[in-house]
């Protein structure tokens, strides 16, 4: 089966770094993105790991490890404008299709 | 340039009545793929079109059904309306078939079935 774990709520403080990590059982893998959503409005894409390593955008950082099937998501000098859901989402092949398959989401909440 | 718009915000249906959901990509982008959001949930797959073409369905039943056009918008059409098909209906559009660029989503349709 496809299965994404990852930690169902964070708290951290203005200015922190928070990490939040996936761990996934997918077949088809072709990759892992990263999306935050405010309450009510749509995923955005933050992040996408194609490769083992990290990848850095800004204030948000991404690491995949294909072999331990893990990655997770670094979120450096947090705001509170940064408190959302985030996913993670494996990119898969399934037959003849692309599709995204995501995780239950980790709710963030930054407090002053 | 507009991102992917989707129509309507928010739709309250009855049980057992039928709804349509459309959804307009990002200009250029020829790939369309549905997903729905139950609260507290992550988005689930249900399409891919990509060309006018189906190219991938979820585990979703029969009374979901989805198409595109030749200007690569896209509708969804749920039958029959159950309780249980309350959620945030997603569309995501992305510039080519597999998606290695990205995918770009709506802010999607709240659909209520009472």
């Known amino acids: 089966g496809q299965s994404l774990e990852q930690p169902s709520e964070v708290t951290a403080v203005e200015g922190a770094i928070v990490q939040i990590n996936c761990t996934y059982q997918t077949s088809g893998f072709y990759g892992l993105s990263w999306y935050q959503q405010h309450d009510g409005g749509a995923p955005t894409f933050l992040s996408y790991n194609g490769l083992d390593g990290l990848e850095e955008t800004g204030r948000f950082s991404s690491f995949l490890s294909r072999s331990d099937s893990y990655g997770y998501l670094l979120l450096q000098e947090l705001q509170m404008k940064d408190s959302a859901s985030y996913f993670c989402a494996v990119r898969a092949r399934m037959d003849s299709s692309y599709k995204l398959i995501f995780g239950s989401g980790t709710r963030l909440l930054v407090r002053p | 340039d507009a991102g992917v718009t989707q129509s309507p915000t928010h739709l309250i249906k009855t049980r057992g009545q039928h709804v349509t959901l459309r959804c307009s990509p990002i200009s250029g982008h020829k790939s369309v793929s549905w997903y729905q959001q139950v609260l507290g949930q992550g988005p689930q797959f249900i399409f891919q079109?990509?060309?006018?073409?189906?190219?991938g369905r979820g585990n979703f039943p029969d009374r979901f059904s989805a198409r595109q056009f030749p200007n690569y918008s896209s509708e969804l059409n749920v039958n029959a309306l159950l309780l249980g098909d309350s959620a945030l209906y997603l569309c995501a559009s992305t510039s080519e078939f597999t998606g290695s660029y990205g995918y770009t989503f709506g802010s999607g349709t709240r659909l209520t079935v009472v």
């Open positions: 079109y990509y060309e006018k073409e189906e190219r």
